[in-house]
Structures are given as C-alpha cells and as structure tokens.
C-alpha cells in the first residue's frame, strides 16, 4: 500500500531494530537499539516495506540475507499518518 520513499543501504549484521509486522503490509520499527549504525536516519513507526525490492510479509523475510549488504526500502512514519488522515477525511470520519 505505502511506496517506498527512503533507500538505506544496510550492512551486513543485526540490526538493532525490534520489529512487528502489520497487516497493511511491511515491518513496523518499535524500538531501535543505541547501537544501531543507521539509527539517526530512521525512528520509532517507520516501516521497512521491501529489502532489495521484495515485499516484506514476515519476521522471516528480514532476515533472508542478513550476512550480506542489503537495500531497504523504508516509508517514513510521518507518510503513513499522513496518508491515514488523508484516507479518514476522504471517507468523512
């Protein structure tokens, strides 16, 4: 449903994200751990939507490829509010 906005090209490794997939499609970040390397360009309610271009559905889906360098495709969280007003004051609530 959300396009992705930001590209994060990510090591290697953990990652530092405690994650939860939502049903409207991707993996929800909930926390990020200080010692995340990429920490100051994501926040809390940002979503990963696709790791090298497929669709995230599952926990599973993160963690396929980890040991190599990978590109995200994240969608910023002030995007998903925006979009979710936008969808409530078409549909009048």
């Given amino acids: 449903p959300f396009p992705a906005l930001l590209m994060l090209t990510v090591s290697p490794g953990r990652l530092g994200l405690t994650l939860v997939i939502v049903p409207d499609g ?29 669709k995230i559905r599952t926990l599973e889906d993160v963690k396929v490829g980890k040991e190599r360098v990978r590109k995200f495709g994240i969608v910023k969280k002030a995007i998903i509010a925006a979009t979710a007003d936008h969808l409530n004051n078409a549909a009048g609530k």
């Fill in 26 to 54: 991707g993996a929800k970040i909930k926390d990020i751990d200080p010692a995340c390397t990429f920490r100051g360009q994501l926040q809390v309610g940002d979503r990963i939507v696709t790791i090298d271009g497929k």
